[in-house]
């Protein structure tokens, strides 16, 4: 059976831009055009009431969500053995776009989490959507042909505001709870190398050698804040778990921050 929670995020103002950014400053890498804009994480959460299986739910009646939303999809998959990785159970689900507008996805996993069942057979994972443009948006776990989520996504009824792109941030955590923006606009190899907007010092100034800092970045529709945890090695830094799996829809994103963090 699958669950999905919904938080919904005020959207925030875009300006058009040709580069990912860093705190909304322009960054050239991988050859992206995306969107700037400015947004803090934290995400209020509103749980939906299951009403059955989604095959079930997806046969009957489509849920709804807005543009510039986000919910979490959460299943239990049987791959008939061995459970794989949450990175391998990934590539095993098929993303369904059908937009209003003909062309383009209408949504994207931000980030997938998970374990396997306390008996070993069978997946637990958590996938965080985010509604990009309207239309119908469909997740289909392969090797059975069940659909595990299907949601028709309207327009958002925040007029001041419509989806026009993406961009990223990146902010760290102090230690205290305090977050530092990361500003890269001097075109920085490595984040270390990045200046802290609030301090104007480098952020290898403030991440001292072997500490551990929660790293947020922001790539979104939602603007919802996908965190990992990374320690400081030298010249680079190391993620201290291998989950989540970061944004799997936009491999050249999760390839330039894994070149900034030097994982």
Known sequence: MAKTSRPKTPAGSRNHSAAIVIAAVALIAVGLAVYAFNRKPGLPVVKDTPTGSNAVLAAKSLTTAEVNTALM????LDFGGPPPTIAEAIQQIERRHQPDGGTGRVFAIL???????PDGKKLHMSMHVSMER????SLVFKRTGETL?????????????TFAGNALTILLDDGSGRLLTI?????????LEAGVKELG?????VWKEGAEHEVTFLYSACGCPVKVKCRRAG???????????IFPDDPAVAVLIAQLMRW
Do not use: C, F, M
Not at 111 to 117: F, S
């Open 73 to 76: 999809v959460t299943v239990e």
């Open 201 to 205: 010092v480098p952020v290898g100034d």
């Open 183 to 191: 500003d890269g606009s001097r075109n920085p190899s490595s984040i």
């Open 235 to 245: 010249d680079r830094t190391v993620r201290t778990k291998d989950l989540p799996v």
């Open 111 to 117: 980030d997938a989490y998970g374990e396997p069942t």
């Open 134 to 137: 309207p239309g119908v948006g």
């Open 149 to 161: 989520w299907s949601s028709k996504i309207i327009p958002t009824t925040n007029t001041t505001s």
